[in-house]
Structure formats: structure tokens, C-alpha cells
């Protein structure tokens, strides 16, 4: 019997500006535990089981996403999928332990932490054939962009580009003195219905509004002039037309620039909302986004993050 662990980061995206380009890993993790045994063990155990997050409602069978990744790095390996729900079909079974902790569909990258997993474990069991740019590029078909499943893997601010067949990417280390702020609604909002509100076309102005913000970000991270972030995370492409989606979702950003965050938008889709800040103020910015949200009858909650610059990790 071997037993492989592999332990994934949540991501947040976009931050405002950066539309599918911007993703930066945080200190919440998902994590995937895979045993593989001999189909003569007499150890009758389900073949999937989830605990915590999407317990009560994710897939156990071979719709789960955790289960489709690893059957991606399987077929590439020319390796007969190990996970059989019936019995003997195949030459070892898999039982995997989902332990999630990163709120499902609520812009925290809970698809991309269980894409992620899956191919990592997989390509562990193949025997590591897969390189980082393969397991990134396999990631980022199935997710459909980069900027989430390229810091799910790294670690780090991600600045990604995709043109639909290669992924480009590079990493920047996020300051340590710097906070994520996420307060969470009850509500969930699908990446699809999000992106669906988007225009095909945009006005030349909002674009140059918008390439000019992602530079002022970059540039705001690497000499931590954080004061910058306020204006560097404004946008033009992707929140206002997403508005519709996040009831209350001005009167929390006004509630959490007045308490004094360095930045705010909404973290990847929605519809949870992320605030940068320092370490000092971030419980009572959480407090008040919150107190925000409740004011349009919308219960939500809040955590505190730090950023993770270290990515996936075999444990």
C-alpha cells in the first residue's frame, strides 16, 4: 500500500485590475491524501471521501474534479486509470481523502486547488514523468484560464498570459507584511454566470484605464508602496458588470477603504471580497465588510489570510 499527500493553497485572482492575468496563493489549503493498494487487499473502503468543504454535496463517483485531473495524467501516461468502482477492473485501486478547506464557489479557487491536487498526485504516482509546464498546461485547459492554477502550484503573485494554447507566467514573492481580508456571503456565485455578464467588446478607454492600473499594481508590490493599491485595483473590464451578482458590493468597498484598507475587489468572480492590509487593522476591516454586508440583509464571515509564496507541497 502507498499513500500520497499533497497539500494545495487557495488562490485569489484578478485583483481588480488584472483580469485573467493577476493570481496570488494564500495560507488555506485543500488538501488530497490518494492511497493506492492492491485490488487483493480485503480492506472494503469507498473509493472517495470528502470531509469539510462540499461535503454534503460533491461528487464521490467519476464526475468528482480531483478524480477527472488525475485521469488526465493517467491517459498522457498511457497508464490504465487506477481508481476502479467496481472491483478488480484494474491492477491497483486508488482511495482518495478530500480534505477541503477552501469555500466552494466563492472565488477562492476551490476548482483550481482540486485540479491542481489531482494532477500533482497523479503524476506522483506516475513516477514525476510530467514537468511543471506540463502539469500548468494540463491545469489550465481544464480550469479554461491560468491565473488561478498558476499560483495554486508556485505560490506567489502569478502574473499569467494565455493564449488558448501556451501558458506564460512569472512569479513575484508577496510581501510578508501584507494581509488578504476576505469576507465571504453565504451566497455562491459560478465562474460561468460571471463570465457570461462580460461584454465582448470594451470601450478603447477602459482598456487603457486598465493596462495602466495593472502596472501601477506590479509596481506598487515590488517597492511596497501599498498607499498605490487603492487606485492600482480599480477596474473597469470585469466588476462593474459583475455587480449585479454581489448585492451590497459598493457600500462594502466604500466601508472597507474608510476603514482603511490599502485596496479592495472582488476576489476572482465573487462573491467574496478581498481587502489588502496590513496586519494591524485586518480583523476589524473583516468586521466591517461584514457589518456591511449585513446591512443588506446578506450574512457573510471573514478571514484573515497571509499570502503563501511557496505553492503546492507533497506532506
Known amino acids: 500500500m502507498k499513500k500520497i499527500k499533497i497539500r494545495i493553497p487557495a488562490t ?108 500533482v498526485a497523479a503524476n506522483k504516482i506516475c513516477g514525476n514523468r510530467l514537468s511543471a509546464d506540463e502539469i500548468i498546461r494540463i491545469a489550465t485547459k481544464l480550469e479554461g484560464h491560468p491565473d488561478n492554477v498558476v499560483p495554486a502550484y508556485f505560490g506567489g503573485l502569478c502574473i499569467c498570459n494565455y493564449d488558448k494554447k501556451n501558458v506564460k507566467y512569472f512569479k513575484l514573492k508577496m510581501p510578508k507584511d501584507l494581509k488578504a481580508v476576505f469576507c465571504i456571503p453565504e451566497f455562491e456565485v459560478s465562474t460561468d454566470k460571471a463570465r457570461k455578464l462580460l461584454p465582448k467588446k470594451i470601450p478603447h478607454k477602459d482598456a487603457v484605464f486598465n493596462s495602466g492600473r495593472v502596472a501601477l499594481f506590479v509596481s506598487a508590490i515590488i517597492r511596497k508602496e501599498y498607499k498605490l493599491l487603492s487606485m492600482a485595483m480599480e477596474d473597469k473590464l470585469h466588476q462593474p458588470y459583475r455587480k449585479k451578482l454581489i448585492p451590497g458590493i459598493s457600500s462594502v468597498f466604500e466601508t472597507a477603504v474608510n476603514s482603511g484598507t490599502y485596496g479592495v475587489a472582488v476576489s476572482g468572480s465573487g462573491p467574496s471580497i478581498l481587502a489588502i492590509s496590513s496586519q494591524r487593522i485586518a480583523g476589524r476591516i473583516g468586521k466591517m465588510m461584514q457589518k456591511a454586508f449585513n446591512r443588506h440583509n446578506i450574512k457573510s464571515r471573514y478571514i484573515v489570510c497571509d499570502f503563501n509564496n511557496k505553492g503546492t507541497s507533497c506532506v
Open 12 to 119: 485569489t485572482s484578478n485583483f481588480g485590475s488584472g483580469y485573467d492575468v493577476f493570481g496570488a496563493a494564500l495560507k488555506l489549503y485543500n488538501e488530497v491524501e490518494v492511497t493506492v493498494q492492491s485490488p487483493k487487499s480485503k480492506v472494503k473502503i469507498p473509493n472517495i471521501e470528502i470531509l469539510g468543504e462540499g461535503k454534503d454535496t460533491l461528487p464521490r463517483d467519476k464526475r468528482n474534479i480531483v478524480w477527472q485531473a488525475m485521469k488526465e495524467v493517467f491517459s498522457i501516461c498511457h497508464l490504465p486509470a487506477p481508481l476502479s468502482l467496481k472491483r478488480g477492473e484494474s491492477s491497483v485501486i486508488c482511495y482518495l481523502r478530500l480534505i477541503n478547506r477552501i469555500p466552494l464557489a466563492r472565488g477562492m479557487g476551490s476548482s483550481a486547488a482540486a485540479r491542481v491536487g489531482g494532477l
